[in-house]
DNA sequence: ACCTGAACACCGTTCAAGT
DNA sequence: ACCTGAACACCGTTCAAGT
């Protein structure tokens, strides 16, 4: 909760946790080019080698950056999932305006994610919640298919559809490479809702 | 042609292209991260300073390569496109797999394209290319509506639905979340053409 | 145990100087 | 015009030394 990384109140309890947040904040104001380990570790007022006794390396804490923001994506996507009053449609549909949002929201930290900075490691921790978000899909589709709203094939193969449209929005809408200057902050929403749209209409009886 | 670029033969007519050709070299062998422009340099076999008479700097480079990445791509997409005997599916499907296929054998320049290392420039060249590529997409769609064998909506909507799931695959993919262990080489094009059947029943009548 | 400060081998970029 | 070599301010990483 204290937010305040100016002071040089150093060596206190939780520096792993103010070196994320330190190079979190650099990563949103500078982005990924801009964000080295002796800038981070003078934003939260420490030299620059004591962040080599919480993280190995500087791919390290971009991996535990990385692992965060996939932890944020699928909170996000579950809790649109988990509207309990909302149809299988109605389900996909908001965990994909969701799924971009945030994407959009945050460019940086996507990039981290998805952009190849990271490389897979042995643990691959992110890898597993980026598979708690897809079974959390492939639940959504399981429904459909059982009141009849959906085609009848495996649920997989439909979420992973649906997974990769929403995705490839979220990277060039992230990469600049969707006309977003027509439409602007609520347009995108608009371009996310056609798309899955037509998504969902292509898994539909 | 000239493919050694080992010997001390600097200050010929074209250090551009020899600097290019040396940096996509090392983009390959050591990825996004070990691609220093002294390195490039050094490859090419002139002083560190050289490339400033070429590139205005790093991020220069690195947009020349991306443009050229574009252009591969756009190519592979268009030849895919103008197989005359293929129907509107076909071509669709076959785009879809070059696409993808051209993304995950070269993941280096695909990260440095969408990956976010390179900000949206003045000319911005490379938007022209990929408007072009997505150009050659509604002008499939559009056929395919003609014949009847599409929904009658806007083609560039349907296009963007396909353009997404293909890009979205492309990148889960280079970002190593999609089980492509289980399947192996051979086995990317076939989940490709799941998601792109998926895709295309979606959109067809 | 945790952090510091010096040190090393690298960077990107600039600039006077050479041909 | 084109390239070099020195110089500057930065990097990531290591390590002896401090508390």
């Not at 909760?1 to 070196?19: K, S």
């Not at 009848?152 to 559809?161: H, I």
Request: charged residues 20%; hydrophobic residues 45%; negative net charge.
């Amino acid at each position: 909760m204290n937010t305040d990384a100016e002071g040089p109140h150093y060596h206190h309890g939780d520096l792993r946790n103010a070196l994320l947040a330190a190079a979190e904040q650099l990563l949103v104001e500078q982005g990924v080019a801009g964000l080295s380990l002796r800038a981070v570790a003078k934003q939260a007022g420490v030299s620059h080698a004591a962040p080599y006794r919480h993280f190995r390396d500087k791919a390290a804490l971009l991996r535990a950056l990385a692992q965060s923001g996939f932890e944020r994506l699928a909170a996000v996507i579950l809790a649109a999932t988990e509207t309990v009053s909302h149809s299988p449609e109605q389900k996909l549909l908001e965990a994909g305006v969701a799924y971009v949002r945030l994407a959009v929201d945050q460019p940086e930290i996507s990039q981290l994610m998805f952009g190849g900075g990271i490389k897979p490691q042995g643990d691959m921790a992110y890898r597993q919640v980026a598979r708690a978000a897809f079974d959390a899909l492939v639940e959504i589709i399981q429904e459909g298919v059982r009141t009849g709203a959906f085609r009848d094939r495996d649920p997989q193969e439909l979420a992973l559809v649906a997974w990769t449209a929403m995705h490839g929005m979220a990277m060039l809408m992230t990469a600049h490479l969707l006309d977003t200057d027509s439409t602007g902050a609520a347009g995108v929403d608009e371009q996310v809702r056609s798309v899955a749209r037509n998504v969902i209409y292509g898994i539909s009886k």
